[in-house]
């Protein structure tokens, strides 16, 4: 197939649809696919490159203000119909549309090229985070208006699934994520790299992600004096500074890639996040392949990943005193801990992905050939692929 894919944000920047669409990418190259990404410039000198196999063209751009390593593309839809139509895909990839994602979808629409919309980042959710709350009803018809015009629609999880469905988006069906459990295990875990951050033996809760607004780190301040714990905070991003004020006992290691991140992630006795606007959370999914417990804010992508009492806690959202509840009741029980690690390592098998890579090219190939999406009922637990045409996961 010709596949174009549409990205709001592509390397050098890191973080949950820069992953996948490069574990996508590694996928269609080994399928020997031709694959174009569309993404926005990285620097006013940016040039265009090869990733993976695929052709990337950049589009100019602009920093997102007061988020710098963030760019938005600039150009309209006639810019992106160009480029799609001298490409001429059989099917565009939308990875997180908003911007850039929405241009693409109207000039895909106009050349009558099929297109499968991923939603992956609650954006209009963000408004409020911001300080900016006014713009979220704004966002949301945004966000309506590019998935009613794209063919199909892909979420990552049963909350974002009812969450569409709610808002009358009816073409959307399941498409999880994988993780790599061969770079995520137990078998990473490092006494030296334990001793590093906390030389008095004390036991590890740990964070990963983007140090930004929306994941609110900061509620981690309330485990802050937990005895005989050391919180460990891995990541980057604009609030790194406040948080090192607010959480002056946590360690910060700045962002972690590679086997770095998967030595410091199967090192954690527990790992916690405090996010509420995560329509899967891949960071929960790596810790669980690295038999550690979760502890996780029970709104959006955690419902699914995690299994109350079984492989961490979901603490209600803002409900700060049970976050620590929780936090403590697994720190001090190293058997239920040890426990709950396992049932975490067990429930990721199988989550590979080429499995999940596989999956999604069934989608562009149903996409394609035109056939419909079976809907599922809204609080369906889970999605396997069909279509009236008989395609099945």
Not at 150 to 156: E, F, K, Y
Not at 228 to 238: A, F, K, N, S
Request: with cysteine; net charge neutral.
């Amino acid at each position: 197939m010709r596949i174009a894919i549409v990205a709001e944000s592509f390397l050098p920047l890191m973080n949950g649809v820069t992953h996948s669409i490069l574990r996508v990418l590694e996928h269609l190259q080994e399928r020997g696919d031709e694959v174009m990404v569309i993404a926005p410039s990285t620097s006013d000198t940016d040039v265009s490159s090869v990733v993976k196999g695929a052709y990337v063209h950049r589009l100019p751009s602009v920093p997102l203000a007061g988020y710098t390593n963030v760019r938005v593309a600039l150009g309209g839809v006639s810019r992106v119909k160009r480029i799609l139509a001298d490409f001429a895909p059989d099917v565009v990839h939308l990875a997180s549309p908003f911007v850039l994602g929405w241009r693409a979808v109207q000039a895909a629409h106009q050349l009558g090229i099929p297109t499968v919309a991923i939603y992956q980042t609650e954006v209009p959710s963000y408004a409020g985070r911001y300080g900016v709350p006014f713009l979220e009803n704004w966002a949301w018809n945004r966000v309506d208006n590019i998935h009613l015009l794209a063919s199909r629609t892909l979420v990552p999880s049963t909350f974002a699934l009812n969450q569409l469905r709610g808002r009358g988006i009816l073409r959307v069906g399941m498409w999880r994520r994988g993780v790599d459990t061969a770079r995520f295990n137990p078998a990473k875990r490092s006494t030296a790299w334990r001793s590093s951050v906390a030389p008095r033996g004390h036991r590890i809760i740990g964070y990963v992600g983007r140090l930004a607004v929306e994941k609110q780190v900061e509620d981690l301040a309330v485990l802050a004096d937990l005895p005989g714990t050391r919180l460990v905070v891995v990541g980057d991003g604009p609030q790194r500074a406040a948080l090192e004020a607010a959480l002056p006992n946590a360690v910060f290691t700045g962002f972690l890639g590679g086997d770095a991140l998967a030595e410091a992630v199967a090192s954690f006795d527990l790992f916690v996040h405090p996010g509420e606007f995560e329509t899967f959370c891949q960071t929960i999914q790596e810790a669980m392949a690295s038999g550690v417990p979760v502890v996780a804010t029970g709104r959006g992508g955690p419902l699914d990943l995690v299994e109350n009492s079984r492989t961490g806690w979901l603490y209600e959202p803002g409900n700060l005193g049970q976050l620590r509840g929780y936090v403590q009741d697994l720190m001090g029980d190293d058997a239920k801990r040890r426990a709950f690690g396992a049932a975490a390592l067990a429930s990721v098998q199988g989550r590979t992905w080429p499995a999940l890579s596989s999956e999604l090219v069934r989608h562009y190939k149903s996409v394609i050939d035109g056939e419909e999406l079976v809907e599922l009922p809204v609080d369906s637990p889970a999605s396997p692929l069909t279509s009236s045409k008989g395609l099945a996961s």
